[in-house]
């Protein structure tokens, strides 16, 4: 798989858009890029995956870059709970294979 | 719909003594089951994956076993617990959309 390359850490200002940028240059034709985030003492969440195109859920959008070497996820208006630990982990879509989660970003959202 | 269920949530054991930890996946046949494990402070990392009934892979060498009776059950064990198992253990499946871990087990080992 893919390696990805995320900030240890950023913060965000509640009510704004937090923005996670995630770099992935070596990322093969058929490898799709997920996010997921780890509130602390939970199991990682699912939040949104894609493979070229743009993605939007009700949890965040994901954009891809058309050369396909960089995503940012995007939460649109970030609150208190969504301060967590994100990952971006790029891999193919068969389920068969574990995810191997590198050390993602540390998002604060402040008051 | 599918749910996984993993328990104890908490554990503590004394080093030396043995562990079971079990995962069970409810409305879903013969998924990919994943154990993972987090000590304090750094990232997950993969344990074991299974692809069906008694098939198990193991990433890391490691003192900890698992097991797959059933297809639906995924046991994480160990013989002998050392102070370095202790950490937050998380069982996962796999599906078309990604990956649904479990609350995870707290262990820890004094």
């Known amino acids: 798989d ?3 390359t995320q900030p240890p850490s950023m913060d965000c200002a509640e009510g704004r858009a937090a923005n ?3 770099n992935h ?16 003492s939970q199991g990682p969440q699912y939040i949104i995956h894609g493979l070229k195109n743009n993605e939007t859920n009700e949890m965040a959008s994901l954009i891809i870059t058309e050369d396909r070497k960089s995503s940012t996820l995007i939460l649109p208006h970030a609150t208190l709970r969504d301060t967590a630990v994100y990952y ?5 879509s068969n389920s068969g294979y574990a995810l191997n989660f590198g050390k993602g970003t540390s998002l604060l959202v402040t008051p | 719909s599918q749910t996984i269920h993993q328990w ?22 013969n998924p990919n089951l994943y154990w ?13 994956y299974s692809v069906g009934i008694g098939q198990i892979s193991s990433e890391v060498p490691q ?8 297809d639906r059950q995924f046991i994480l064990s160990s013989k002998k617990l050392l102070l370095s198992d202790s950490g937050f253990y998380l069982c ?9 871990f479990g609350s995870g087990t707290r262990l820890t080992v004094v």
Not at chain 2, 63 to 70: F, G, H, Y
């Open chain 1, 2 to 4: 893919a390696k990805t």
């Open chain 1, 20 to 22: 996670l940028p995630c």
């Open chain 1, 25 to 40: 240059s070596t990322i093969s034709g058929n490898e799709y890029v997920y996010w997921y985030r780890q509130i602390h």
């Open chain 1, 88 to 92: 971006c982990i790029v891999r193919t």
């Open chain 2, 8 to 29: 104890p949530a908490t554990l503590v054991q004394p080093v030396g003594s043995p562990l079971s930890l079990e995962c069970t996946v409810e409305g879903t046949s």
């Open chain 2, 36 to 48: 993972y494990r987090q000590a304090a402070g750094r990232g997950l990392q993969l344990l074991f």
């Open chain 2, 63 to 70: 003192n900890l076993s698992a097991s797959r009776p059933q």
């Open chain 2, 92 to 100: 996962a499946w796999s599906h078309d959309y990604g990956y649904t």
